[in-house]
């Protein structure tokens, strides 16, 4: 065996750890004074220990691994393996996607139109968002994403995913999907294009119901809520609304709040968040913003509505606002703080978790409805169609942290359909969804019977017969 001597260790690692030695000297040297060691002495030295032990890998990488590494590369590396160690919501951004999720959260950007998350060590869709390429493909939640293009998505990271997802508007990219369902693969071809979401859409069901439909909470969500709201009212006669949260995933918190004031009269907490440190703890308060405070509302919910939707369902709900309609909802109650970084990179780092008014954390357990309805979907036989297990936070995190036997399965090699019975008719991807579809939805149904059953605006019990 080679005798090969101890790497030095270079100077910009050791100023690295150079402030973590002051900091422990000091502490040695009050200590040695007054006889003792204090708590904070103690931590400060073994944060020093681990910190040399880290600059001792680093040093060894850089001078003997196979291939010669850049300290950028290590160090990119090293904060997304910690960032690993956490939970699924945080990551490290590099400078390109860092200002793709800056245009994202202003409600237009280039891509295929999901939601994304890490589900068994590969991508998978929380939900797609209407009206974008990847819902007419017709990708459905829970979904995994096994390779994008020929690159297999197995411990890839999600803003890896994103990076090689977006691309150039108007070309092609492969993915390769896996569907728990049918437990096969198939590949699906989707041409990329500028995703400009108009997350609010609205209609009146009947003479007097409205329907107001959001399907992401970005920049001016609230304000575009606000103008169908105030056209249904006030020139169509709107006297109740089902509101529709259904596979939404989230967005801006400052836009779940604003559209939640629209229905609340002032001074009611719409939602708190708690963290460990001051600035991450605060309150949002409503102010009667909207003045949509006189007549009957019903929330739609299902597995599909994370983070911000959830936000507005558990205002309504714990305010008695409305009823809420539908299934369990994600259960994304968690805070991501992004900040820039000085090279130009971000982080986007969970910093806080949401609470409901009625003081219940919303992460890992989701909004319970009031009335719980499955979808029941139907081909073109009248047959049901068999849907796949929904997949929530608390999946995710069991999954994350190991904690799980029972994985959502496991991707299987492609095999070719078989040609033999009826041809189902071709998708037209040019074509976007209606706004709701009464006759074939019977969550949608169940809403507008429930609604209809209301008698003010505020509801103190679930009415008999629902």
Same mark, same amino acid.
């Given at each position: 065996?080679?005798?090969?001597?101890?790497p030095?260790?270079?100077?910009?690692?050791?100023?690295?750890?150079l %402030?973590?030695?002051?900091?422990?000297m000091?502490g040695?040297?009050?200590?040695?004074?007054?006889?003792?060691?204090?708590?904070a002495?103690?931590?400060?030295?073994?944060?020093y220990?681990?910190?040399? /032990?880290?600059?001792?890998?680093?040093?060894?990488?850089?001078?003997?691994?196979?291939?010669e590494?850049?300290?950028?590369d290590?160090?990119?590396?090293?904060?997304?393996?910690?960032? #690993?160690?956490?939970d699924?919501?945080?990551?490290?951004?590099?400078?390109?996607?860092?200002?793709?999720? =800056?245009?994202?959260?202003?409600? #237009?950007?280039?891509?295929?139109?999901?939601?994304?998350?890490?589900?068994?060590?590969?991508?998978?869709?929380?939900?797609?968002?209407?009206?974008?390429?990847?819902?007419?493909?017709?990708l459905?939640?829970?979904?995994?994403?096994?390779?994008?293009?020929?690159?297999?998505? =197995?411990?890839?990271?999600?803003v890896?995913?994103?990076?090689?997802?977006?691309?150039?508007?108007?070309? #092609?990219?492969?993915?390769?999907?896996?569907?728990?369902?049918?437990?096969?693969?198939?590949?699906?071809?989707?041409?990329?294009?500028?995703?400009?979401?108009?997350?609010v859409?609205?209609?009146?069901?009947?003479?007097?119901t409205?329907?107001?439909?959001?399907?992401?909470?970005?920049?001016?969500?609230?304000?575009?809520?606000?103008?169908?709201?105030?056209?249904?009212?006030?020139?169509?006669?709107?006297?109740?609304?089902?509101?529709?949260?259904?596979?939404?995933?989230?967005?801006?918190?400052?836009?779940? /709040?604003d559209?939640?004031?629209?229905?609340?009269e =002032?001074?009611h907490?719409? /939602?708190?968040?708690?963290?460990?440190t001051p600035?991450?703890?605060?309150r949002?308060?409503?102010?009667k %913003?909207?003045?949509?405070?006189?007549?009957?509302? /019903?929330?739609?919910?299902?597995?599909?509505?994370?983070?911000?939707?959830e936000?507005?369902?558990g205002?309504?709900?714990?305010?008695?606002?409305?009823?809420?309609?539908?299934?369990?909802?994600?259960?994304?109650?968690?805070?991501?703080?992004?900040?820039q970084?000085?090279d130009?990179?971000?982080?986007?780092?969970?910093?806080?978790?949401?609470?409901?008014?009625?003081?219940?954390?919303?992460?890992g357990?989701g909004?319970?409805?009031?009335?719980?309805v499955?979808?029941?979907?139907?081909?073109e036989?009248g047959e049901?169609?068999?849907?796949?297990?929904?997949?929530?936070?608390?999946?995710?995190?069991?999954?994350?942290?190991?904690?799980?036997?029972a994985?959502?399965g496991?991707?299987?090699?492609?095999?070719?359909?078989?040609?033999e019975?009826?041809?189902k008719?071709?998708?037209?991807?040019?074509?976007?969804?209606?706004?709701?579809?009464?006759?074939?939805?019977?969550?949608?149904?169940?809403a507008?019977?429930?609604? =209809?059953?209301?008698?003010?605006?505020y509801?103190? #019990?679930i009415?008999?017969?629902?």
């Amino acid at each position: 065996m080679e005798n090969h001597q101890k790497p030095p260790i270079k100077k910009a690692l050791f100023k690295f750890t150079l %402030w973590m030695l002051a900091i422990a000297m000091v502490g040695f040297s009050i200590g040695a004074a007054i006889g003792f060691r204090t708590p904070a002495q103690a931590q400060a030295s073994t944060s020093y220990d681990e910190l040399r /032990v880290f600059a001792e890998v680093l040093a060894l990488i850089q001078n003997y691994y196979v291939e010669e590494k850049t300290t950028k590369d290590l160090a990119v590396g090293a904060i997304k393996g910690l960032l #690993k160690t956490l939970d699924p919501h945080s990551s490290y951004m590099d400078t390109e996607i860092y200002k793709s999720r =800056k245009q994202e959260t202003a409600g #237009k950007f280039g891509g295929l139109g999901i939601e994304i998350t890490v589900m068994d060590s590969y991508i998978g869709i929380v939900s797609p968002i209407e009206g974008t390429p990847a819902d007419r493909a017709g990708l459905q939640s829970g979904d995994l994403i096994v390779k994008i293009e020929d690159a297999t998505t =197995k411990d890839m990271y999600l803003v890896e995913a994103v990076k090689r997802m977006r691309g150039k508007i108007g070309t #092609k990219i492969k993915i390769t999907v896996f569907r728990e369902k049918t437990n096969k693969t198939f590949d699906v071809e989707i041409i990329r294009a500028l995703i400009q979401i108009k997350s609010v859409k609205s209609a009146m069901i009947d003479d007097e119901t409205g329907y107001l439909r959001i399907t992401t909470f970005s920049q001016n969500t609230a304000r575009d809520a606000r103008i169908k709201l105030e056209e249904m009212k006030d020139k169509k006669g709107m006297k109740r609304l089902v509101l529709d949260l259904r596979n939404n995933p989230g967005g801006l918190l400052k836009q779940a /709040v604003d559209v939640s004031d629209l229905f609340l009269e =002032k001074g009611h907490t719409i /939602v708190s968040t708690r963290g460990r440190t001051p600035d991450q703890n605060s309150r949002f308060q409503s102010n009667k %913003w909207g003045g949509f405070t006189d007549f009957p509302m /019903v929330v739609l919910q299902n597995a599909g509505s994370a983070s911000a939707s959830e936000i507005v369902a558990g205002a309504m709900k714990d305010l008695k606002r409305g009823l809420i309609v539908g299934q369990r909802s994600f259960g994304k109650g968690s805070v991501q703080t992004i900040r820039q970084l000085s090279d130009g990179s971000g982080l986007s780092l969970t910093t806080a978790r949401y609470y409901t008014p009625a003081d219940i954390m919303i992460h890992g357990i989701g909004i319970e409805p009031h009335v719980s309805v499955e979808l029941i979907l139907t081909d073109e036989d009248g047959e049901k169609i068999e849907l796949p297990k929904p997949v929530r936070e608390k999946d995710l995190m069991e999954r994350f942290n190991g904690d799980s036997e029972a994985p959502l399965g496991k991707p299987k090699v492609k095999e070719k359909p078989k040609k033999e019975g009826k041809k189902k008719k071709k998708r037209d991807l040019t074509k976007s969804r209606k706004i709701f579809d009464l006759e074939k939805d019977n969550q949608l149904q169940k809403a507008l019977e429930v609604v =209809k059953k209301l008698t003010g605006p505020y509801v103190e #019990k679930i009415p008999e017969g629902v």
